[in-house]
């Protein structure tokens, strides 16, 4: 089973480490293009800054992102799981997990990101701003660059198991996958009847179904037996084909 996070906007910047070595990424494969959006990245901001804000739709109070994309080559290096923050992150809280949990993090997790592609837990990168959704001087749509190239790595990580795939709609057009042994789950807010995505909610559910699953050790393989397994797991769980919605009423 290969489980997929989006990034998030937030990241904690790491103050000490190795610099970026891409040769130690996992997914080697990504490299050359790798390379391409952050020579991309790196040239647009080390050159005029308010420019350069206005294409990372960053604001005037923001600059300091500019200059943190400016030294990604060089800024201090933590691994992905210690980097990315936000609420995903937070309710999944890897440093808690079990011996056993974080061990199959390490094997079962991988998170989409504009700059890197896909990377695991333990990989080591800087902290960056760019969205998945941002258009790149040279380069184009980051969207575009990784859309030729994500897919052999997804399916090189995932084998004959199942992907689970979390990732936001912006983050899904990286790359969409062919293959049935594929579920995608979506997180509900029910009140009074009234079922919407609720953004918070979704979230933070799937941090809580993440880390539940890898507490469990389940390693189900197709769409039914993850639902079957998040119901064991004390979760409402509706499945449609190989969506599975997840049915919450508080957080």
């Not at 997804?154 to 199942?162: I, P, Q, S």
């Not at 997180?187 to 799937?206: C, I, M, P, Q, W």
């Not at 769980?237 to 049915?247: K, Y």
Request: proline share 7%.
């Amino acid at each position: 089973m290969l489980i997929v996070l989006p990034p998030s906007e937030g990241k904690t910047e790491p103050r000490r480490g190795k610099p970026l070595d891409l040769a130690t990424l996992s997914f080697p494969s990504l490299t050359p293009t790798r390379e391409r959006i952050i020579a991309a990245l790196v040239d647009l901001c080390t050159g005029d800054v308010p420019t350069a804000a206005r294409v990372l739709e960053v604001g005037a109070t923001q600059h300091d992102l500019v200059a943190l994309n400016a030294r990604l080559e060089s800024a201090p290096t933590a691994r992905a799981d210690q980097v990315y923050a936000g609420v995903v992150y937070d309710a999944l809280d890897v440093a808690t997990l079990s011996t056993a949990a974080r061990r199959r993090a390490t094997s079962r997790l991988a998170v989409t990101s504009s700059v890197f592609g896909l990377v695991r837990p333990g990989d080591r990168i800087p902290s960056y701003r760019l969205s998945g959704g941002t258009s790149l001087p040279g380069l184009g749509p980051v969207a575009g660059a990784w859309r030729a190239t994500l897919g052999p790595a997804f399916e090189e990580a995932v084998g004959d198991g199942l992907l689970v795939d979390l990732r936001s709609g912006m983050y899904a057009a990286f790359w969409r996958p062919t293959s049935p042994r594929v579920a995608t789950v979506r997180v509900l807010h029910e009140v009074d009847g009234v079922r919407k995505v609720v953004s918070h909610f979704n979230k933070a559910t799937k941090g809580r179904i993440v880390r539940a699953l890898l507490e469990d050790g389940a390693n189900p393989r197709t769409p039914a037996r993850l639902a079957e397994a998040l119901r064991d797991l004390g979760w409402t769980v509706e499945l449609d084909g190989s969506q599975l919605d997840v049915i919450v009423t508080a957080l």
